[in-house]
């Protein structure tokens, strides 16, 4: 985490972003292991089955933590990318507008 944090605001939003690709994964990864082994989709109406997918994903999320490194080192090998495509073109014009 340290070699991500040495990218200041870019190291933590490429973090941001990888983390946020994963659960966006995870998740309907889960839903779709949930209509492997039940045979229907999940009824998040059903509070049983609500909590099938989410003990799925609490389940996972334990697996997950062995892809830790692996995050941190998408999130490093981005920074760069995101402090020059996020960063510097939305965040440095903000900067400019403030000092003129």
């Known amino acids: 985490m340290d070699d991500v944090k040495k990218y200041g605001t870019a190291g933590t939003l490429s973090y941001v ?3 946020l ?8 990864t889960e839903c779709i292991v949930y209509l492997n082994t039940a045979g229907h ?3 998040f109406s059903k509070p049983e089955e609500s909590a099938a997918v ?3 994903v609490f389940a996972a999320s334990n697996i997950a933590r062995l892809l830790l490194p692996i995050r941190f080192g998408a999130a490093l090998a981005m920074a760069p990318w995101v402090d020059e495509n ?10 400019a507008k403030e000092g003129a």
């Open 54 to 56: 989410f003990g799925l």
């Open 41 to 43: 989709w999940p009824d």
């Open 21 to 28: 690709i994963f659960w966006a994964v995870a998740f309907p």
């Open 17 to 19: 972003i990888t983390e």
């Open 86 to 95: 996020i960063m510097q073109k939305f965040f440095k014009q903000e900067e």
